[in-house]
Nanobody, 123 residues
Framework: QVQLVESGGGLVQAGGSLRLSCAGSGRTDIMYRMGWFRQVPGKEREFVAAISRTIDNKYYSDSVKGRFTVSRDGAKNTAFLQMNSLKPEDTAVYYC????????????????WGQGTLVTVSP
């Protein structure tokens, strides 16, 4: 089993920055990929960014490309999402996922999820 705990969410004005963290524990050897998704009420969970275990491969949605940066620490058990130039439409609960196979862009490829952290961007 893998346990994931997100942190770093909060309230920020448009144009501001936040850095989210996702700390993994337990069977971290199976955390081949780590991804960030976000969800607003009434909508499906949306892909934001993902990173491979080797950190050679990073993926971004078009809506965040150039503003957000995904990274992973040396031990590869913690993932980060640096969010710059935030917009009100970035407001959502952000979830961290870890998994081993499938499309990086699909929630179904992630076997484990954190509890989520709320990001609110005011105009």
């Amino acid at each position: 089993q893998v346990q994931l705990v997100e942190s770093g969410g909060g309230l920020v004005q448009a144009g501001g920055s936040l850095r989210l963290s996702c700390a993994g524990s337990g069977r971290t050897d199976i955390m081949y990929r780590m991804g960030w998704f976000r969800q607003v009420p009434g909508k499906e969970r949306e892909f934001v960014a993902a990173i491979s275990r080797t950190i050679d491969n990073k993926y971004y949605s078009d809506s965040v490309k150039g503003r957000f940066t995904v990274s992973r620490d040396g031990a590869k058990n913690t993932a980060f999402l640096q969010m710059n130039s935030l917009k009100p439409e970035d407001t959502a609960v952000y979830y961290c996922g870890a998994g081993g196979s499938g499309s990086y862009y699909s929630p179904s490829a992630y076997n484990y999820w954190g509890q989520g952290t709320l990001v609110t961007v005011s105009p």
